[in-house]
């Protein structure tokens, strides 16, 4: 221990000085920064290794310098997953589920006696009429019965452009926010085939579009007796028919041919 009066040594020199940049941490910072997440994974790899090279031992010093770029590129790139997964789960949910299962839930709560629940998964559901809705939810209770599950049917000929009605039925033309997909309606009486068209976004507010997350129009096909749908106002044209030849493939255990 040096004495009270004696003068401590004072230097500005740093461990790693005159040592190389580690490259590794260098890098880890804008590929870590690029909205993509496998590229913000190999950033944090970067930045680890960096950490590890930019590391002393004891009294030894780093190999390398750039720890404070290794810590900044850990941090960016561990900021970048936890956004981008956040934003993969909300889309999941909000959007790839319900389009995978079709619109069983609203289904399911008109035909069980909810109107509300039924309209409001509807875009613009405030403006539909409810009498048109109950009558849909009626006759589809009266002809088939309660709703037990939805499936896409993949072997339903293809719609012939995606997206094929404007908002609120207005016109015709291709409309990228409007994913028209054929299903299978699995009733308790009965499955029929059919189609419903589900609205990721509207009308721009401002700069970004607007968020809807709703289902435009449901139409069932039954292949005998008149088709079905609700809102009338926005449904299309009726589809292109299944291929006789793959009808037989598609239909379930004890169902009629």
Same mark, same amino acid.
Request: charged content about 20%.
């Given at each position: +221990?040096?004495?009270?009066?004696?003068?401590?040594?004072? %230097?500005?020199?740093?461990?790693?000085?005159?040592?190389?940049?580690?490259?590794?941490?260098?890098?880890?910072? *804008?590929?870590?920064?690029?909205?993509? +997440?496998?590229?913000?994974?190999?950033?944090?790899?970067?930045?680890?290794?960096?950490?590890?090279?930019?590391?002393?031992?004891?009294?030894?010093?780093?190999?390398?310098?750039?720890?404070?770029?290794?810590?900044?590129?850990?941090? #960016?790139?561990?900021?970048?997953?936890?956004?981008?997964?956040?934003?993969?789960?909300?889309?999941?949910?909000?959007?790839?589920?319900?389009?995978? !299962?079709?619109?069983?839930?609203?289904?399911?709560?008109?035909?069980?006696?909810?109107?509300? %629940?039924?309209?409001?998964?509807? !875009? &613009?559901?405030?403006?539909?009429?409810?009498? !048109?809705?109950?009558?849909?939810?009626?006759?589809?209770?009266?002809?088939?019965?309660? #709703?037990?599950?939805? !499936?896409?049917?993949?072997?339903?000929?293809?719609?012939?452009?995606?997206?094929?009605?404007?908002?609120?039925?207005?016109?015709?033309?291709?409309?990228?926010?409007?994913?028209?997909?054929?299903?299978?309606?699995?009733?308790?009486?009965?499955?029929?085939?059919?189609?419903?068209?589900?609205?990721?976004?509207?009308?721009?507010?401002?700069?970004?579009?607007?968020?809807?997350? &709703?289902?435009?129009?449901?139409?069932?096909?039954?292949?005998?007796?008149?088709? #079905?749908?609700?809102p009338a106002e926005r449904l299309p044209a009726p589809s %292109?028919?299944?291929? *006789?030849?793959?009808?037989?493939?598609?239909?379930?255990?004890?169902?009629?041919?």
């Amino acid at each position: +221990m040096s004495d009270a009066g004696s003068p401590v040594p004072v %230097t500005g020199d740093r461990p790693d000085r005159g040592a190389p940049l580690s490259l590794w941490a260098l890098f880890s910072v *804008p590929v870590s920064a690029l909205v993509c +997440m496998p590229l913000a994974v190999v950033g944090l790899v970067l930045a680890l290794v960096g950490l590890v090279q930019t590391r002393g031992r004891g009294a030894e010093p780093p190999r390398c310098r750039g720890r404070g770029l290794a810590i900044t590129g850990c941090v #960016i790139a561990l900021s970048a997953i936890g956004v981008q997964a956040a934003a993969l789960a909300w889309w999941d949910a909000r959007v790839r589920t319900p389009i995978l !299962e079709g619109p069983v839930a609203p289904l399911r709560a008109g035909l069980s006696g909810d109107l509300d %629940t039924f309209l409001a998964s509807f !875009e &613009r559901g405030g403006d539909l009429d409810r009498a !048109e809705a109950d009558a849909f939810l009626q006759a589809i209770g009266a002809r088939y019965g309660g #709703i037990a599950t939805i !499936e896409q049917d993949h072997f339903a000929a293809p719609a012939p452009v995606p997206g094929t009605v404007a908002s609120g039925g207005a016109g015709r033309g291709v409309d990228p926010s409007l994913a028209v997909v054929p299903y299978r309606f699995r009733f308790s009486r009965a499955t029929v085939g059919g189609r419903a068209a589900f609205r990721t976004f509207g009308a721009p507010a401002g700069l970004l579009p607007a968020p809807v997350f &709703r289902w435009a129009w449901i139409r069932l096909e039954p292949d005998e007796g008149p088709a #079905i749908g609700f809102p009338a106002e926005r449904l299309p044209a009726p589809s %292109t028919t299944v291929d *006789p030849s793959v009808q037989n493939d598609r239909q379930a255990p004890g169902e009629a041919p």
